[in-house]
């Protein structure tokens, strides 16, 4: 007989088919727990030889008989079994299996690791306290030094407290991506600053083996959102973004450019910009006297500026305009129309940014200077007329648009006032009733942004001893009668060489007779430039110097006794 069931059954094995075995040796155990669709093995171990053994009920077993069964029950199942010795004693005992439900973990999907980056810890299953496994893994870490670049599975295996085991798989994938770009921001100091001008430097935190950084500023309100690529420096202006506003806060981040690859922006600072600035005269011109309404007048540029307004006023002239120049800082009186001379106006200054003008900036005075008066040129002033035809010319001013020419003879009441429009030139023709052999005084004024100025300095001008025409050059009509070789006569012997010449003339003289001659040159204005009163009279060559001369027509005029030649040369270089 057997004395008691410890006896009759050494142990139970429980087998969950996955190498994972649960013994109990109290003699009282004999209950089992099994996954759902595992097999579930029960065994015995003889204490007394020639025992047999009987399983009930055959459901799921593998055998009823046998000191080894192996039993997979589709539900909670009780199992009895008997043992039989050699003597026909039997003891039974039971087995109650209870099915559990299998485990459900879950495994977040993993951000690409970076080739170059350092081991770092998994994480994402669920529940926890489960174990990683895989390429690359090691003690819940993963290395992507160890796995290289490549798509690799891990595996997260969780065993619950019925000891029941399951998996969830996701895949790490490792390159060098954004990710693996270190991060930069703007660098202290320049975190959430207000600027003092657009071009205030602003730095950020420089990044080895950056190859490029881009900086990026938004305006959420404006609708503003530009990039500005610095290569490797690490700093930028606001002014290199075009269309910035002044007094006005924007976003600003940076990220940079690593082995071709992009990284990712990071921390977001606020850089705000300045006021607009002020404008006004620059130094040198602020409270200045010009010496013409064409002075270039200059002022301060602004940055980013895209126009400038300049206001002129004048309060006791109820004068007031105001002048538009593009992105040059300079401008001239001359460009405000009816500026009076010798008068002192207020300026001032103001810039367009972003389509937006700014506030004017400090008053400048200009005084103008007084008006420019003219008069007969040097070599035309107190002269005596060979020709009425003769140019006569005064001294130009720049920006006369009109020139009044004053002739007048008191003693013959004679005054008379010619307009010339801007030529600095005229005739004595140009006025009738003139009188042979008279001195006239001669007045000339200009005519400056609409307003005349005074008369300059009197000259006079004495007209010929006739007025018909003469033989004389003049500026508008060659000499009359001019022949084949370029003489008005043939009475005396004349030739000039070379014609045209460029420093010195020959004149050859051979005379009819032995009376006195005088070799006189005149310019195409009618100017006696050379004179030589005793010319020889015998055959020679005389040489004249013509370094002094301007190139030109000139006319060369031998006079003896009642006979005049005058043959034509030119000047060249």
Not at 8 to 21: E, N, V
Not at 321 to 346: E, K
Not at 511 to 533: C, H, M, V, W
Request: hydrophobic share 30%; net charge negative.
């Amino acid at each position: 007989m057997l004395t008691d069931e410890a006896n009759l059954f050494g142990y139970w094995r429980l087998d969950d088919g996955a190498g994972m075995t649960t013994t109990d040796n109290t003699g009282t155990g004999n209950t089992g727990a099994l996954k759902n669709g595992v097999s579930w093995i029960a065994s015995t171990t003889a204490i007394n030889s020639g025992l047999t053994y009987s399983w009930s009920p055959a459901t799921g077993l593998s055998s009823t008989t046998g000191a080894s069964v192996t039993a997979t029950p589709g539900t909670d199942q009780t199992y009895i079994v008997t043992g039989t010795d050699a003597g026909g004693c039997t003891s039974s005992t039971t087995i109650d299996v209870t099915l559990h439900t299998n485990p459900s973990p879950t495994l977040d999907p993993f951000s690409d690791a970076c080739s170059t980056g350092s081991s770092f810890s998994l994480r994402g299953g669920s529940p926890s306290n489960g174990t990683y496994s895989g390429t690359g893994v090691s003690n819940g870490n993963f290395n992507p030094a160890i796995s290289g670049p490549g798509t690799f599975p891990i595996t997260y295996t969780y065993i619950d407290g019925n000891r029941c085991t399951a998996t969830a798989n996701q895949n790490m994938t490792v390159s060098y991506t954004s990710a693996c770009v270190p991060l930069t921001t703007l660098a202290a100091g320049y975190q959430n600053i207000t600027l003092t001008s657009l071009n205030d430097r602003i730095y950020f935190n420089w990044i080895s083996g950056a190859t490029n950084y881009e900086v990026n500023v938004v305006s959420a309100s404006l609708g503003y959102d530009q990039t500005f690529t610095t290569g490797t420096g690490t700093v930028f202006r606001m002014s290199n973004f075009t269309g910035i506003a002044y007094s006005t806060t924007y976003d600003v981040k940076v990220r940079a450019k690593v082995s071709g690859v992009y990284g990712n922006y990071a921390t977001i600072y606020t850089v705000t910009t300045n006021a607009c600035p002020l404008t006004q005269l620059a130094t040198g011109y602020c409270n200045s006297t010009i010496s013409a309404l064409n002075d270039h007048l200059y002022f301060d540029a602004v940055t980013g500026a895209t126009n400038y307004d300049i206001n002129v006023t004048n309060a006791s002239l109820s004068y007031d305009q105001t002048y538009t120049v593009g992105t040059s800082p300079v401008f001239r009186m001359s460009n405000f129309s009816g500026i009076a001379y010798s008068t002192t106006y207020d300026v001032k200054v103001r810039p367009k940014i972003s389509g937006v003008y700014g506030a004017y900036g400090s008053v400048c005075t200009i005084t103008t200077n007084a008006f420019t008066t003219t008069n007969l040129a040097s070599g035309y002033c107190n002269i005596t007329l060979l020709s009425m035809t003769n140019n006569l010319y005064y001294d130009y001013i720049a920006g006369a648009s009109n020139y009044d020419v004053n002739v007048v003879n008191t003693g013959l009441s004679y005054n008379q006032t010619i307009t010339k429009g801007a030529t600095t030139n005229f005739r004595m023709t140009n006025f009738p009733g003139m009188v042979a052999n008279t001195i006239y005084d001669v007045y000339v004024r200009a005519k400056i942004n609409g307003v005349y100025g005074p008369y300059g300095s009197v000259c006079t001008v004495t007209t010929p001893v006739s007025l018909a025409r003469s033989s004389e050059p003049d500026a508008l009509n060659s000499p009359p009668l001019v022949g084949a070789d370029n003489t008005l006569s043939h009475s005396v012997s004349l030739s000039v060489f070379p014609n045209p010449f460029t420093e010195n003339i020959n004149i050859l003289f051979t005379p009819d007779d032995d009376s006195p001659a005088q070799l006189n040159i005149y310019d195409l204005a009618g100017r006696n430039i050379y004179t030589y009163e005793n010319f020889p009279v015998n055959v020679k060559t005389q040489c004249i110097a013509s370094l002094h001369w301007q190139p030109g027509l000139y006319f060369v005029e031998i006079v003896q006794g009642n006979t005049k030649t005058i043959h034509r040369i030119v000047k060249i270089n």
